[in-house]
């Protein structure tokens, strides 16, 4: 139960995703009083993002160590991931491990999203917080001391509070009311639904024993080729008391498609595909993986976008402030949007601690210290997720696949940049976004 929402709070969340919820372990590990909000029942259980970067497992160790260890227990370590062409040449074998020097998490976790949100709910409850479902928010505007925002929730009640986290997702309804703009960062164009959309579908399946050799058990595999991409990750399964256990033939499945897929894409849909461009589909060595059962599938359409700051200051000095899918959206390649948006919510924990030492009527006065540690906070991140969004991006490309001498030049060019040896090492680097942790 979570009881009533207070009328008044420090810090209001807006969303009870993998942002907002990282945001309430950062403010909870600091005792800044807040609540968390959700327009959904409970917390979703859906197909989403599947790897964990050590970038996040940092951030999270920061304010929870032992979270980040059950984290690391609930997954699979997967020490890194294959790229091979449509007749399974191998164009390159990321090795995460190259990372150990930096990090004890030399590896990409594969955990399915809704497993990471259920420990870390796990965390916020069991620290004596609250999260609020059913809580739409429908409304807001500055309140009459002009030192606070007042949000309206679609269930009638209504709360003041100082600080708005916007962790509301990429149709951020905060930050609409912000108005700040959502643009595609290299066209510099607002970022309009339908218009380079990638299509995508999501499913956790189950495969016919025995599993063939061609589908790693370890690692995700990434197969590009005319026609798009086809992932497959293995991912632990969970029992009836939520914990994770083995089941080698569960995997997680993405599959790039041109047109828009059906909303659940059934076993037939999977598996034609699976048979058009998955392994064993050009090299007849080894059959291709047989689908006996879809354990949840979805689609998902995507765009590139970047909000143009993460900060909105009212007059008086009340804030709202984004992380997560609210201020970035990208395409799926390389497993980073959920990673991004715990560590940008981990960083604004540390940011409103500095920011509540200032005194609000020296914050009046303007350009004080106070509103350059939040503008600090939007500079920083934005320019992490500018980077990272190039680096999707190409990515994207890569995986997208294609006909034509383009991009049989493209996957060359690519097999050949990863014999030079410190190219590992290099993009081992940039996928783990250790280089983007704030330095002490
Ligand atoms: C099908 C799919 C596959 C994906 N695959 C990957 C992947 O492989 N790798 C990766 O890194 N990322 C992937 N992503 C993206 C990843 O899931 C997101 O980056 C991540 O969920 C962002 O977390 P968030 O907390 O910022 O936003 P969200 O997870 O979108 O959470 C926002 C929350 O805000 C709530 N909310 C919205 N509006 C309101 C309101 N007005 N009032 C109250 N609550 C509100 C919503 O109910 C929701 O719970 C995928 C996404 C989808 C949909």
Redesign the pocket.
């Known amino acids: 139960m979570s009881g009533p929402l207070p009328s008044s709070i420090e810090v209001c969340i807006?969303?009870?995703?993998?942002?907002?919820?990282a945001c309430a372990l950062g403010l909870a590990a600091r005792k800044i009083p807040f609540v968390i909000?959700?327009?959904?029942e409970a917390g979703?259980n859906?197909?989403?993002?599947?790897?964990m970067h050590a970038s996040a497992l940092e951030a999270i160790k920061t304010v929870h160590p032992q979270l980040a260890d059950r984290l690391v227990s609930a997954g699979i370590q997967s020490k890194g991931f294959t790229v091979i062409d449509l007749h399974e040449r191998l164009l390159f074998h990321l090795r995460m491990t190259e990372l150990a020097a930096y990090t004890k998490y030399a590896f990409m976790l594969l955990i399915p999203?809704h497993t990471a949100e259920h420990h870390m709910r796990e965390y916020i409850l069991g620290g004596g917080n609250s999260i609020h479902w059913n809580?739409?928010?429908?409304g807001v505007k500055e309140a009459a001391d002009g030192v606070q925002y007042e949000l309206r929730f679609e269930s009638g009640e209504a709360l003041t509070a100082r600080y708005l986290i916007a962790?509301?997702?990429?149709?951020?309804?905060l930050r609409t009311f912000a108005g700040i703009p959502f643009i595609d960062p290299y066209t510099k164009k607002v970022a309009e639904p339908g218009k380079n959309d990638l299509s995508?579908v999501?499913a956790d399946v189950v495969f016919a024993s025995p599993l063939p050799a061609n589908v790693p058990r370890d690692g995700p595999q990434v197969m590009v080729g005319a026609g798009g991409m086809v992932l497959t990750a293995p991912i632990l399964s969970e029992d009836s008391a939520g914990a994770s256990v083995q089941n080698d033939n569960l995997f997680r499945l993405?599959l790039g498609v041109p047109d828009t897929p059906p909303r659940a894409p059934d076993a037939p849909y999977l598996q034609a595909i699976l048979n058009a461009r998955g392994p064993g589909s050009h090299l007849k060595t080894q059959p291709v993986p047989q689908i006996v059962k879809v354990v949840e599938s979805?689609?998902?359409r995507?765009r590139t976008a970047l909000a143009d700051r993460y900060v909105h200051r009212a007059e008086g000095g009340a804030y709202i402030l984004l992380?997560?899918?609210?201020a970035h959206k990208h395409g799926?390649a390389g497993?980073?949007?959920?990673?991004?948006?715990i560590c940008d919510s981990i960083e604004l924990a540390q940011a409103i601690e500095e920011h509540r030492k200032c005194a609000v009527d020296a914050e009046k006065a303007g350009a004080h210290k106070a509103v350059q540690i939040m503008d600090a906070y939007s500079t920083r991140r934005r320019t992490v997720a500018l980077r990272v969004l190039n680096m999707v991006d190409h990515m994207t490309e890569v995986e997208k696949g294609g006909q034509g001498w383009g991009a049989y030049l493209r996957l060359k060019f690519l097999w050949a940049l990863f014999k030079m040896p410190f190219m590992n090492g290099i993009f081992a680097w940039q996928l783990g976004g250790l280089g983007h942790a704030k330095k002490p």
């Open positions: 807006v969303g009870a995703g993998p942002s907002g919820l909000v959700d327009a959904l979703h859906s197909s989403r993002a599947v790897g999203q809580k739409r928010v429908i962790a509301d997702g990429s149709k951020s309804f995508f999501v993405y979805s689609r998902y995507t992380v997560g899918d609210a799926p497993g980073q949007g959920m990673n991004m948006g």
